[in-house]
């Protein structure tokens, strides 16, 4: 069950423990640190499940639950390191779904996940189509469309395109990139994605030694432009 879920920490090492772990489920994550950016992107791209820290800075997350409970029934599942009774009750009453304390277990956190997606999706439902500065990704389809022109693309191609355009203007080192084309070939390398990344600004760029939608970040590495060019 592949889901777009929204996961607002303010902690960098949570936060990236969080994405890496949803990432190897499958599940298509989106990062924020802070309670605005939280409802701001929720409104902007429905998720299928908010990962929620209850301690965020310029909105708390009852705040944010607040919102989203305005909004809509969005499934959230609460984190923090407050224990007492009446924070928790709050919270749920609020309309959040579940809520773990901190520390807790990555396999814990994994379970509840599932439990919470179990109740909220329908195992027939398709992974989200992404679209990102003219591209789209139909992952149930495996097409690639860019202005609306179907784009052919080779499986590692793919794959980095499906992680771009899920997180769209964040930039990626080769390293990060490699993961994600992992048991596609096993012997790719750092230097497998600079071809990738050429080949396919040769499919989606007007004149691809002047890009404008994947773009080079020297000392970096690559990301995809938000915008349409």
């Known amino acids: 069950m ?20 949803l990432l190897q489920e499958g599940h298509t994550p989106v990062v ?18 908010v990962v929620l820290d209850l301690m965020l800075p310029a909105v708390d997350g009852l705040g944010v639950c607040r919102v989203l409970r305005q909004d809509g029934e969005i499934p959230v599942l609460m984190l923090t390191a407050r224990s007492a009774e009446d924070d928790i009750l709050l919270g749920l009453e609020l309309g959040a779904d579940d809520y773990m304390t901190k520390p807790y277990s990555p396999r814990e956190l994994l ?13 027939t439902d398709d992974p989200p189509v992404l679209r990102a500065g003219g591209i789209t990704v139909d992952p149930a389809r495996h097409e690639v469309t860019c202005d609306g022109v179907l784009v ?6 793919f794959a980095i395109l499906h ?10 080192s080769r390293r ?17 994605i600079d071809v990738h990344i050429m ?12 890009p404008v939608r ?4 020297f000392g970096v590495g690559y990301k995809l432009t938000g915008q349409p060019s």
């Open 199 to 210: 080949n396919l600004r040769k499919k989606i760029e007007a004149d691809p030694r002047r």
């Open 152 to 157: 052919p693309c080779t499986p590692g191609e």
């Open 163 to 172: 992680a771009m355009t899920a997180e769209p203007e964040r930039v990626f």
């Open 176 to 192: 990060q990139l490699l993961q994600h084309t992992r048991g596609l070939d096993r012997a790719s390398t750092e230097r497998a």
């Open 32 to 49: 924020v640190a802070d309670g605005r950016a939280a409802i701001d992107e929720a409104r902007s791209r429905r998720p299928d499940l």
């Open 214 to 217: 994947l773009l080079t970040v």
């Open 111 to 123: 379970a509840r996940i599932r439990t919470v997606l179990r109740r909220t999706l329908r195992p």
């Open 2 to 21: 592949c889901a777009h879920i929204l996961v607002a920490e303010d902690d960098p090492l949570q936060a990236e423990l969080i994405r890496r772990l």
